[in-house]
């Protein structure tokens, strides 16, 4: 290693009092707010954050130099054998030729030192029962090692590869030389600033038998106000045997082999003064060091020099690490005898590292919506995810509202609430907007913005159910590529700007349509857009049966009221149209509040009518209004017309074939253009609105005609459950599951009663 080299080693390890290299001060704030930067736009998705497709395990570090990332991956690679999983590892390889990803072994190129890396090689011999995979594109590479059946993979040194998300990022801290002078590259070890500490789900400090346990607890103490205690662990570096070294290959020697004589130590990692104290520690008695670069390969020229360095010192010998034989040039052999000490890590809490792993793998899905009649769709989803996923742990947020839907069936809501006067996010009347501005909008994004930034990193790829709004704010809130379940826009509906176009492109996994003609559109952009049926009529999932009998005379009608907080005062509109509609021919009405909707509020302004105290039925003059407090589904069953002024629910409606009347505005006139000949709008009267239901009631014709348009323009069932199967097969739920049921059975049955234990 040059003198100028080795002086500025010294520089960054805090090795040297003052030194030329302190001109480099100034620039380490410059990496600092590059780095700041790079990581908060991966945080906000502006740059893409990808799923792997297998759980996987980062072991990283935030300082450059030798902290044992190969040994602590090989450790966890075995830890992971002993429960019954199989594990992989990914490595970018170092100073390797441009090529796809490759598994060490596949053939006779992958098995090169300049093709495939140091330590790569390394693990392959080591871990002759698992597959290495070498690969720049760490996604690219996990894919590789899902296909050659591995269950789990541990990717090397990807703390700062933000591009692919990780289930456990653990990042190992040297307690030889922690944190070097303290600075940031190019004026210290750190590559950045020590608060990046707080995105490691574990800190383990490796080689902590080399230091003083005085020294180890600073180091704790210093990483305290970014991590909790039960986060860090402590790891020691530790002989296994030596292995002998000679031109018929390697030989592994006794376990109470000791080098007897002076040797030459040589070396060419990232923390070579850590490997001589080794040394040293072991008893070994060092004739010289000769330090190269990290990842240096040894040439011919260099390694005579070295031979000749060991006759001038009178050295018995050489003694090198596992990585640095792999730098060594293929059929060369020193003259003198040649050993290496084969080390491994030990984790002196080992069950508690490793309870802390299968914490972290515990799989945390998020379903998020942003509308009501979108709750209801994220609710049937969120359900059928419970449902496929047992082990797993499935949360709602939710745009709009305070997500009771959700929190009916006992799925946590985890956003903050959002009530609104119109009830939504406003797309049709400003003067709606106004309103909400004044009822404190702004803060309530706000809240939602802080709240999924609290979020990051706890959950797989989130399922939005809306629209690109939605899944834009996902996208900035946890920065992880959303999957989008599109119910808001189709290309009936004016189809979708360029702009939306392309962040489903570029930034949605997959896009789930309402409708083939839509998705056959988005594809022609090159959206990653399927048509698996329409997640509205998947709402029948929540209903096989009708909730009540209908009465056996007199046209069968069904009220909607809405979900939004209009429909206290449309309820009027809807009771005066069914009290004008049954003085004209004799109706059974059933009215189905949304379950955002309180019946008991719903009433109280209502002129002669009179609720149940049992909240069942509504009654004036002889007119009953029965109310049903199950799925719309359920009490659809068996009408013959809706009156309603519901989004979603009258599309179910419709798609049921079930005949729709509702009011001219402005939200209609849109969803119109969807239901088509399946619904009949009317100025918002009672006598239109009477007169509507009497004419469709009346033609048997145009009620045929009107369901099978219904029917056919709604499409068919089936998309939810796909998008649970997708999640399943390509982003790799059921493996996260089988890995973490496993595991924890694993570590239930091995740590019991010893946990805190060496």
Request: glycine share 8%; with cysteine; charged share 25%.
């Amino acid at each position: 290693m040059s003198r100028l080299l080795n002086s500025y080693l010294k520089y960054v390890r805090g090795e040297s009092g003052f030194s030329l290299w302190n001109v480099l001060y100034p620039c380490q704030f410059i990496t600092s707010a590059w780095m700041k930067l790079r990581i908060g736009l991966f945080d906000r998705g502006l740059f893409a954050v990808t799923d792997p497709v297998l759980p996987t395990i980062s072991i990283g570090n935030n300082s450059f130099g030798g902290t044992n990332k190969t040994p602590v991956a090989e450790y966890i690679v075995r830890q992971f054998a002993e429960s019954g999983i199989t594990a992989g590892v990914v490595s970018r390889g170092y100073s390797t030729r441009e090529h796809p990803p490759l598994w060490i072994g596949q053939d006779s190129r992958s098995m090169e030192r300049g093709f495939a890396g140091d330590e790569p090689l390394m693990l392959a011999k080591r871990l002759p029962n698992h597959k290495i995979v070498v690969s720049r594109n760490r996604l690219e590479g996990v894919k590789l090692l899902a296909a050659l059946g591995a269950e789990v993979a541990v990717t090397d040194d990807t703390f700062q590869h933000r591009k692919m998300a990780r289930d456990v990022d653990i990042v190992l801290v040297d307690s030889t030389c922690p944190f070097g002078n303290g600075g940031i590259m190019p004026a210290g070890l750190m590559r950045e600033p020590m608060s990046a500490f707080r995105r490691a789900d574990i800190i383990l400090l490796t080689k902590a038998n080399q230091t003083t346990k005085e020294a180890v607890e600073a180091i704790k103490k210093k990483l305290s106000p970014y991590v909790e205690a039960d986060r860090i662990f402590t790891a020691d570096m530790k002989l296994e045997r030596w292995l002998s070294v000679a031109s018929g290959g390697e030989k592994k020697l006794p376990e109470d082999f000791s080098p007897r004589g002076r040797y030459v130590a040589l070396s060419a990692i990232g923390n070579p003064e850590g490997f001589y104290s080794f040394l040293r520690e072991l008893g070994v008695e060092l004739a010289g060091c000769r330090t190269f670069r990290d990842h240096h390969m040894l040439t011919p020229e260099e390694a005579g020099e070295l031979e000749d360095f060991a006759a001038r010192t009178g050295a018995d010998g050489f003694i090198c690490t596992e990585k640095d034989l792999m730098n060594i040039t293929p059929g060369f052999s020193f003259r003198l005898p040649l050993y290496v000490p084969s080390i491994s890590v030990s984790v002196r809490d080992s069950c508690g590292f490793r309870k802390k792993i299968a914490e972290k793998l515990r799989p945390s899905f998020l379903v998020s919506s942003n509308g009501h009649g979108e709750d209801s769709i994220g609710v049937v989803l969120a359900k059928k995810l419970k449902e496929r996923f047992r082990c797993a742990r499935v949360d709602a947020f939710t745009l709009v509202g305070t997500g009771k839907q959700y929190s009916d069936e006992g799925i946590r809501v985890i956003s903050p609430p959002s009530d609104m006067p119109s009830g939504g996010v406003i797309k049709y009347a400003l003067s709606d907007l106004m309103r909400d501005m004044r009822s404190g909008l702004g803060g309530s994004i706000k809240e939602q913005r802080d709240a999924l930034r609290r979020l990051r990193g706890l959950y797989r790829t989130p399922v939005c159910v809306g629209d690109v709004y939605l899944a834009s704010s996902l996208l900035w809130g946890q920065g992880m590529k959303p999957l989008l379940v599109a119910t808001a826009k189709t290309v009936y509906l004016s189809g979708h700007l360029r702009i939306e176009k392309w962040l489903m492109r570029r930034r949605c996994v997959l896009v789930f349509t309402r409708d083939e003609e839509t998705a056959k559109e988005l594809a022609s952009d090159d959206v990653p857009a399927v048509f698996y049926g329409n997640p509205i009529m998947d709402l029948l999932d929540e209903a096989t049966m009708p909730a009540f009998a209908w009465d056996e005379t007199g046209a069968k009608v069904l009220l909607l009221p809405g979900s939004r907080p209009r429909a206290y005062e449309d309820i009027k509109l809807i009771l005066d149209t069914a009290e004008t509609l049954s003085g004209k021919i004799r109706c059974s009405f059933v009215m189905v509040p949304a379950p955002t909707i309180e019946v008991k509020k719903l009433a109280e302004n209502l002129e002669g009518w009179t609720l149940a105290e049992d909240e069942s039925r509504l009654s004036k003059d002889g007119i009953t209004i029965n109310i049903c407090r199950e799925p719309l589904a359920a009490a659809a069953y068996g009408a013959e017309l809706l009156i309603g002024l519901g989004g979603t629910a009258n599309q179910l409606c419709a798609g049921l074939g079930i005949p729709v009347v509702s009011i001219i505005e402005r939200g209609k006139l849109r969803q119109k253009k969807l239901l088509r000949e399946a619904e009949i709008l009317v100025p918002a009267t009672a006598e239109d609105l009477s007169e509507a239901a009497l004419k469709v009631l009346s033609d048997s014709s145009l009620r045929r005609f009107m369901q099978e348009a219904g029917i056919k323009n709604l499409g068919r069932t089936g998309a939810l459950e796909k998008v649970a199967e997708y999640c399943a097969d390509n982003l790799g739920w059921e493996t996260r599951c089988r890995v973490y049921e496993k595991y924890s059975k694993y570590l239930a049955a091995s740590c019991e009663g010893k946990e805190g234990t060496a």
